[in-house]
């Protein structure tokens, strides 16, 4: 583990920069700027922000606190996550990326762990001092499983683009560059986050967030094992995780706690045939409170199709969403290569809506945060009950009746061909 208090980061010429964010209301309107990485792929610069006519390019924040679903153009972020951890566990964050700037020089990324050493199949040659908080790539076909876990922290926590700006995050390096995991890369990921929950230089808290955008299996072919970890094990040590745990990682109900916010995808026939969520760990959402599984929806406000039809508890933006990446410390997936889609991308959404309530309330349960989340009075234009019952995440305080949102008129991001 590398401490990264002391670690310079830039922070970029922007409407919504971290330093300078003094008002509670930012626009989401932004553009952006293509950024020749070869002769065939780009990446993006996020441009200056607030121009009406530019597209509503960080619809993902504008969504969420909405009810209706008619996006505004605007999002509020009071209670912005200040005091709050979010542990990523994915295939490492860029630490030095100014979407992590704490605007005096230093990063937000405060820890990184990669516990994914005995994960051959699939590793990069690459080369990194930590992979954890520089992760690396040989080939623009490891980039988008290396820029994975950047992509997933900077929608949780980024300073411009991120649900919870000011929280703090710890990165857990489970998934190597192909994604690949197995449940002992799990539950050493879980035994990571329990140590930095009691260093006394991790922000002392009550309850912490932790993001799984990824799901994973006992063994890997080709990647031997004698002795693999059971799925009931790391079951186990979460549900000990949610209710409170002290720093052996024992349960104790005065302990840390911690929330889990699980990706739903049906991404790689990831729902099985019927559709319905059927991979660890995202199948444990319906049967453990603390624990919940995320679905998606798209700029229109209606169910996002990569989504499980089944097992989801709640929505969030997971379509065509730009984030963070790793070829540059102010780079983006934006238009082109057509943003970033998957459920991998609408759990952080959640993750910084709970380390939002977890400012302003900081004694706040696992269960508690899902009661408070799942109570959302927001739906999809086409609410179902395989959908989540159309219930989409919002961040507004004190909300009414329940309302069944419209669909807009016309999309309000455009996409590239």
């Not at 922007?14 to 989401?28: F, G, M, N, P």
């Not at 990485?37 to 530019?54: E, F, N, V």
């Not at 000011?166 to 002992?184: F, K, Y």
């Not at 540059?328 to 998957?342: E, K, L, V």
Request: hydrophobic content about 40%; proline content about 7%.
């Amino acid at each position: 583990m590398i401490p990264l208090r002391t670690l310079a980061v830039g922070c970029i010429a922007l409407a919504l920069c971290h330093a300078a964010r003094a008002q509670d209301t930012v626009s989401t309107h932004c553009r952006e700027v293509e950024v020749a990485l070869d002769a065939t792929h780009t990446a993006s610069r996020l441009d200056r922000c607030g121009d009406p006519a530019a597209p509503d390019l960080l619809w993902h924040l504008d969504r969420i606190d909405q009810i209706d679903g008619i996006l505004d153009g605007q999002y509020h972020r009071r209670h912005a996550g200040a005091g709050t951890v979010v542990y990523v566990m994915d295939t490492g964050v860029l630490a030095s990326h100014a979407e992590f700037s704490s605007g005096d020089g230093t990063t937000r990324v405060i820890a990184g762990y990669d516990v994914t050493q005995g994960v051959a199949v699939g590793a990069s040659a690459c080369r990194s001092a930590n992979k954890a908080l520089r992760p690396c790539y040989d080939d623009m076909a490891e980039l988008i499983g290396s820029s994975h876990g950047t992509s997933v922290a900077s929608l949780a926590a980024g300073t411009n683009i991120g649900v919870a700006p000011d929280a703090d995050i710890v990165s857990i390096r489970v998934m190597n560059e192909s994604a690949l995991a197995t449940t002992r890369t799990y539950l050493d990921g879980l035994s990571a986050i329990v140590r930095n929950a009691w260093d006394p230089a991790t922000p002392q808290f009550h309850t912490a967030v932790v993001n799984i955008s990824g799901w994973v299996l006992e063994r890997l072919i080709g990647n031997p094992d004698p002795r693999p970890v059971p799925f009931a094990a790391v079951e186990q040590k979460m549900r000990e995780m949610i209710n409170g745990v002290d720093a052996m990682g024992r349960p104790d109900p005065n302990g840390k706690r911690f929330f889990f916010v699980v990706a739903g995808n049906n991404v790689d026939n990831g729902c099985g045939r019927a559709g319905v969520v059927d991979r660890f760990p995202a199948t444990l959402g319906r049967t453990t409170d603390g624990l919940i599984t995320v679905g998606g929806m798209t700029p229109e406000n209606a169910w996002w199709s990569g989504a499980c039809r089944g097992g989801v508890e709640i929505l969030a933006p997971s379509y065509a969403v730009f984030s963070a990446s790793i070829t540059a410390n102010d780079h983006y997936r934006g238009t082109r290569p057509n943003f970033r889609s998957g459920t991998s991308f609408g759990a952080p959404i959640i993750s910084g809506i709970a380390a939002r309530l977890l400012a302003e309330n900081p004694e706040l349960t696992p269960q508690e945060l899902e009661s408070i989340i799942v109570a959302t009075p927001s739906r999809i234009f086409n609410p179902d009950p395989a959908y989540a019952g159309g219930r989409v995440a919002t961040v507004v305080p004190q909300a009414p009746a329940v309302l069944t949102a419209r669909i807009p008129h016309s999309p309000l991001v455009t996409l590239a061909p």
